[in-house]
């Protein structure tokens, strides 16, 4: 097991982030923990990672005890914090380096790190004058310098435009191949993007912990289009398992599918056949979003 959680509950002062939270985590395997404002994800992250101490139970990562094999735990776990604390007036392979020197990584990493993540054409450059998903990547880069086992990436992706969204994501779900990937979120479409489960927290409880198939499976699927050009609801309904649709927005529909067969080809061929652009298609999984809203309102 990479994760193992046993009734870990976290108070400060007054204030009781964290109350009896177990949960386990198998490699390779992506894991959204997902959660509105002060639900005490990044807590949770910072108990995992050694940089603080429960006020009980215990956990193991890469089955090292977080409180008494605590640099083994850190030489097991990649970890880019909430908010990536970087040196702006530093090169990003000086940076680099310089980490790889105190984690004792031998330098070719660096290089490699700078590949894997994308960096190569900014290398280069300063940390300040890189765009804010290239800043992600270096902290991505630095978590994974000393190629842990186990990478925990608080809210990866907040704060970045739809392509840098769309690149990270891709990077993860890479890294998620062969890594256990621990990442927090109040997005529910990231869950749906990158993860194999999730596990809902909500005022410091886990309301939630299931398989993103097992939500699908006969579950209903929202496609959410946006066209060049207002198009009548009726033409829509004439879509195979089409249930209902709503224009949310101008030209932006909701299409709600009774089936888990990914419906997207069919609304691309349906504007296609009808000479109608596409400026967005994006599919959600009812299922998520209604459990999230139920458990968490
Ligand atoms: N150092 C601290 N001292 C006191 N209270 C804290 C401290 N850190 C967090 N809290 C409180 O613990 C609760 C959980 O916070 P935490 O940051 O873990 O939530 P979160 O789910 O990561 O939230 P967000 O999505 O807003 O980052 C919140 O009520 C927060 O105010």
Do not use: W
């Not at 982030?17 to 990044?42: D, T």
Request: proline share 3%.
């Amino acid at each position: 097991m990479s994760i193992k959680v046993e009734n870990i509950t976290k108070v400060y002062g007054q204030q009781k982030a964290l109350n009896n939270i177990s949960f386990e985590i198998s490699r390779p395997e992506i894991v959204g923990f997902l959660g509105p404002n002060g639900a005490g994800k990044s807590t949770m992250m910072k108990i995992l990672t050694t940089y603080i101490q429960p006020t009980e139970g215990q956990a193991q990562v890469n089955g090292h005890d977080i409180l008494t094999q605590t640099q083994k735990v850190q030489q097991s776990v990649g970890y880019l914090p909430e908010h990536n604390p970087l040196y702006l007036e530093q090169y990003v392979r000086e940076y680099l380096a310089f980490n790889a020197s105190v984690y004792k990584v031998d330098k070719a990493r660096v290089e490699e790190v700078i590949t894997l993540t994308g960096l190569t054409p900014e290398a280069h450059k300063t940390i300040g004058q890189l765009s804010k998903g290239y800043r992600q990547r270096v902290g991505l880069a630095n978590a994974l310098l000393h190629d842990p086992e186990v990478l925990i990436l608080d809210e990866p992706t907040t704060g970045l435009d739809p392509n840098q969204l769309i690149d990270i994501r891709q990077l993860i779900k890479n890294l998620g191949k062969d890594k256990t990937v621990f990442l927090s979120t109040h997005i529910m479409q990231e869950v749906e993007a990158m993860c194999d489960r999730v596990i809902i927290i909500n005022k410091g409880e886990i309301v939630a912990n299931k398989k993103l198939q097992e939500l699908r499976d006969g579950q209903e699927q929202i496609v959410i289009v946006e066209f060049d050009y207002r198009v009548e609801d009726a033409f829509l309904l004439k879509l195979p398992h089409v249930k209902s649709v709503k224009n949310t927005h101008d030209f932006i529909y909701e299409i709600t599918f009774s089936t888990t067969e990914d419906m997207r080809s069919h609304v691309f061929d349906f504007a296609h056949d009808n000479e109608l652009k596409i400026l967005q298609l994006n599919q959600k999984n009812a299922s998520l979003e209604s459990l999230f809203r139920e458990l968490t309102a």
